[in-house]
């Protein structure tokens, strides 16, 4: 029932009953429990008909749920507060070098933003029902254990319970970024409803969430995606996981900042304050405008990189639509074109294949709006999660 009402929208009672096959009386038990556990609400009258009574429009309720999405990545911390409606209330991100820091640091400051992020929704009067946090790297999901973060330095990191321990008794999951990022996409992206698609993470490593035939594709042991280390070049630089010559290098946000900005990179001791990407970001368009030759020289290293390895990924996973995230799309114009005419020449099945690049409108922010609808999924697999409100709480019907 409350997944219904989240695809389709308010209905009536009546509306409910001939569209699912249920009789009115099971119908009316069901709306009465939703709206015992403040998940649905009765919001106005409806005329089905020429003839009888209207009948009331019963709404998922945003008023009272919601759920928490974070993402903590090489140089910052976001965080994406959602309602049962998907109404976005929280969406910041704060610079944060965890590249620099050791894991109990780490933790320690995803502990203070989960708690301020739940302070802000404690006073929204919203009860939150999950926390997902979203890393770069391999994450044990069942455990919510990151077993390799090689950007961050991670190794066997048990995040949700350190995160449970040190925030509040509300269910925290862990995820790799660039699957919930995926997820993301396919709900409510550029790509929404595609049910072959490829997100590319733009970041300082890049990862890849494959969506297939509508479904996350995970891999035998949850590892799947990690194609930011595909081996591409075996003389080339050396990657963060220690092997060489990995897609990534030739890609990232580093690799990008290193052509571009040596004077910038990552792990210069001398670079300056913590920056979100975009700062970064900001400082190559001014050296882009300056006519720093480098800059172009740069992107245009990067997309025929970005061409060569998506090719790839067109000739292994056949995908409809390759998804651009982070800084890829903030470049869309300086990349897309070089990088599908390197595709089109490398992929086998030529013009069949029918894979485009597009660039993601979600930018950096994908993974923890992502992290954010898992944690709003869980409620509408299981609305029995969400506890009764106590019955002067309860609400019968709102106008709006």
């Not at 009067?125 to 919510?144: D, H, K, Q, S, Y």
């Not at 035939?213 to 075996?234: N, Q, S, T």
């Not at 897309?336 to 086998?348: G, K, S």
Request: with cysteine; proline share 5%; hydrophobic share 45%.
């Amino acid at each position: 029932m409350l997944r219904y009402l989240n695809t389709r929208g308010p209905a009536s009672r009546a509306a409910i009953a001939a569209e699912t096959g249920l009789n009115k009386t099971t119908v009316s038990s069901l709306i009465s429990e939703l709206q015992a556990r403040g998940l649905v609400v009765e919001t106005g009258l409806r005329q089905a008909g020429a003839v009888g009574r209207p009948g009331r429009v019963i709404s998922l309720d945003g008023a009272t749920v919601g759920a928490l999405g974070l993402e903590i990545n090489v140089d910052y911390i976001a965080t994406h507060g959602l309602d049962l409606t998907g109404r976005t209330l929280i969406d910041r991100r704060i610079g944060f070098d965890a590249m620099g820091s050791d894991v109990d640091r780490s933790l320690e400051r995803l502990v203070a933003v989960v708690r301020e992020a739940l302070a802000d929704l404690a006073a929204a009067r919203l009860r939150v029902m999950g926390i997902t946090v979203a890393v770069p790297g391999l994450v044990n999901v069942e455990t919510g254990t990151v077993l390799y973060a090689p950007n961050l330095g991670w190794r066997d990191v048990p995040v949700a319970q350190r995160l449970a321990a040190g925030s509040a008794p509300i269910p925290v999951r862990v995820d790799n970024d660039a699957n919930l990022a995926a997820l993301a996409e396919y709900t409510a992206g550029v790509a929404a409803g595609t049910p072959d698609l490829v997100y590319l993470t733009g970041e300082v490593g890049v990862g890849g969430g494959v969506i297939s035939g509508g479904r996350l594709l995970r891999g035998g042991d949850g590892f799947a995606g990690e194609v930011g280390h595909l081996p591409v070049d075996p003389n080339g630089d050396l990657c963060g996981c220690g092997r060489t010559g990995c897609w990534e290098t030739k890609v990232g946000l580093a690799a990008l900042l290193r052509m571009a900005a040596p004077d910038h990179a990552y792990g210069r001791p001398d670079s300056g304050p913590v920056r979100v990407p975009e700062e970064r970001l900001t400082e190559i368009e001014r050296r882009q405008a300056a006519g720093d030759p480098r800059v172009e020289q740069a992107l245009r290293e990067i997309a025929r990189w970005l061409g060569i390895g998506g090719a790839i990924l067109a000739n292994l996973l056949n995908p409809r639509v390759i998804v651009l995230g982070g800084y890829f799309a903030r470049f869309r114009g300086h990349l897309i074109a070089e990088a599908q005419a390197q595709l089109d020449r490398l992929v086998v099945a030529g013009a069949d294949a029918r894979c485009q690049f597009v660039a993601s409108e979600l930018d950096f922010r994908a993974a923890a709006h992502g992290a954010a609808h898992v944690a709003v999924e869980q409620v509408l697999a299981d609305p029995t999660m969400v506890a009764m409100l106590p019955a002067k709480s309860q609400p019968t019907w709102r106008r709006r």
